[in-house]
Each structure stands twice: as structure tokens, then as C-alpha cells.
């Protein structure tokens, strides 16, 4: 038996899948908030849900873009937008 | 109709945005990413003392900064403009998403795989598209399809595979590559989000204030 590990041991695979948690928001993780660790397939899952829940949240921002954009004017909107910031 | 804006408006335009965005919005959403993203960029710093891929995580702190996404909406912003002059009639929600997701992917830079992956299936010709092949296939080496499989958790596999499926051009990474992929991503996403909804809050406040033409009856 050469003895051959996987390149990446276990433990490592776990560290870095931790360190997604970061960039997950908090209203994620119901069940573990305040405690620091998930377990890693947690993790993926949400992860996994996290990035499907933006891509619907692109998804319907588009559809929203593309409406405003056939109801206005980008040109006379633009003038409109410059002047009601420097209003507010 | 005359569609031309100097480039000096639009970001003055967009960086307004910006702020007003920052400043004001009672909505609970942009604030909580604002507050959030704060406090990851924090905790993104003392992680990545502890790994190499120290670089991952100030990459993912860039996707936060103000810049950027004053950067990313004036190309979004551009984009919308083509892609509106080029089809007279109303611009499908396709089409904005596929603007959106492509200045994304220039905003990444070509320094990570779903930005080069989104560039790649895009069909328009571009220098930077072969030269990034080039580099690819320059630094790739075939990775050694190890004899004694890795040993990965079945559970982790599988999820493993959706989220390489995710993310575009990550497919057969294997995890610590795709890992890095990910949180990049997801970052560029969030701010993706931000940016686009800034845009439609501010397109949306202009039509309601009746200078522009009213919508058409539903």
C-alpha cells in the first residue's frame, strides 16, 4: 500500500468549506446562528440555495430592468434622475 | 432622439446613485448587505491569515467596494443603452440578464473561471477571448486522475456536483479549486444584485415623478 492520501485531507476540505459561511447572510442560518460551526454539508447545501436564490433575484430584476426600460426614456429619464439627486 | 450622454454624466449619475443608495434607503435589504457585507469584509481579513488563499478573499473584498459597483452599473447602464438602441422593440428580460451577466464577467476581470466561462459563451468575437485561451492552455496541465480516488464523503459529493453546476465553467473542478470559484462568484452576485437594484429604484422613482412619458395602461 503506497500509503497515498488524498492530496487534500479531510480537515482542509472542511476548513475551506467553512470559510464560506462567511459570505452567506445570516438570515441563512436559522438553526446555527451564533454557533460558529455548520457541518460541511450543510454548508454546500446552502450554498447551493444561496447561489440559486440570487440567480432568481437577477433573474426577476431583469424582468423589472426591461419593463422600466420600455417605459422610459433613458435620455429624458437621465436629466429627471440628475435632478432629483441633487435634490435629495 | 438624440441617446448621446457624456461619459462624465453617466458617472456622475451613477455615483449619486450610489450614495443615495448608501445614505438614505429605509428598505431593510440594501442596509442589512451593507451592514453585512461590513462585518464579512472584517471577518474575511482575519480568515485569510490562517489559509494561502489570502488572495481569494481580498478579491471577494473588491466585489464590496463602492467602486466597483459604481463601475459595474455605468457599464450595466451602457449596455442596457446598446442593447435598447439595437432592438426597437421592447427588450426582453433575457437580454438585460445576459448584458448583466456580461458586464459582470468584465468586471471580474478574466482573473477567475466563471468570469472567463460567462465571456466564452457569449458570442461576440474579442481579442481578450483568445488571449485568455491562449494563457489557459499555456498554465493548464492535465490534472492527474489519481489512481487512489480522493476520498470525499458521498454527501459531499453530490452537492459538490450542484454547485459545480452553479457556477458557470466549473463543472469538473475538483473542490478546493471550485470553492475558491464560489465565493468569488457569489460576491460579484451580490453585488450584481445591489447594482440592479439601485438602477430600477432609481428608473422607477424617474417614472413615477412624470417627467418621462407615463406607461402604457396595462
Known amino acids: 500500500m503506497s500509503g497515498r492520501r488524498s492530496r487534500i485531507s479531510e480537515e482542509e476540505i472542511n476548513e475551506l468549506i467553512s470559510k464560506l459561511q462567511i459570505l452567506l447572510p445570516d438570515n441563512y442560518h436559522h438553526r446555527h446562528r451564533g454557533s460558529s460551526r455548520a457541518s460541511a454539508a450543510t454548508l454546500l447545501k446552502e450554498t447551493c440555495n ?3 436564490s440570487l440567480h432568481k433575484e437577477v433573474s426577476e430584476l431583469s424582468g423589472q430592468l426591461s419593463e422600466l426600460m420600455a417605459a422610459t426614456d433613458f435620455n429624458g429619464a437621465q436629466a429627471e434622475v440628475l435632478q432629483s439627486i441633487f435634490r435629495s | 432622439m438624440n441617446l448621446t450622454v457624456c461619459d462624465e454624466e453617466m458617472d456622475g449619475f451613477v455615483s449619486r446613485l450610489l450614495i443615495r ?3 438614505g434607503m429605509a428598505d431593510g435589504k440594501p442596509a442589512e448587505m451593507e451592514s453585512g457585507g461590513e462585518r464579512k469584509r472584517k471577518r474575511g481579513v482575519e480568515a485569510s491569515s490562517s489559509s494561502s ?3 481569494s478573499s481580498s478579491a471577494v473584498a473588491k466585489w464590496r467596494t463602492e467602486g466597483e459597483q459604481r463601475n459595474y452599473s455605468s457599464k450595466l447602464i451602457a449596455a442596457l443603452r446598446r442593447v435598447r438602441s439595437a432592438t426597437p422593440s421592447p427588450a426582453g428580460s433575457r437580454a438585460v440578464r445576459e448584458a ?3 458586464a459582470l464577467a468584465v468586471a471580474a476581470r478574466g482573473r477567475t473561471r466563471w468570469s472567463r466561462a460567462i465571456l466564452l459563451s457569449s458570442k461576440i468575437p474579442s481579442l481578450k477571448r483568445s488571449r485568455v485561451l491562449l494563457r489557459r492552455r499555456a498554465t493548464f496541465r492535465p490534472k492527474p486522475v489519481a489512481a487512489g480516488r480522493s476520498s470525499r464523503p458521498p454527501a459531499l459529493e453530490k452537492k459538490t456536483r450542484v454547485l459545480g453546476r452553479l457556477v458557470p465553467g466549473c463543472r469538473k473542478l475538483p473542490l478546493p479549486s471550485l470553492l475558491e470559484e464560489v465565493s468569488d462568484y457569489i460576491a460579484a452576485l451580490q453585488m ?4 440592479m437594484s439601485a438602477i430600477a429604484q432609481i428608473l422607477s422613482a424617474t417614472s413615477d415623478t412624470g417627467g418621462a412619458p407615463p406607461p402604457p395602461p396595462m
Open chain 1, 50 to 52: 444561496y447561489i440559486k
Open chain 2, 100 to 102: 448583466a451577466d456580461r
Open chain 2, 53 to 55: 488563499s489570502c488572495s
Open chain 2, 21 to 23: 443608495w448608501r445614505v
Open chain 2, 192 to 195: 450584481q444584485v445591489r447594482a
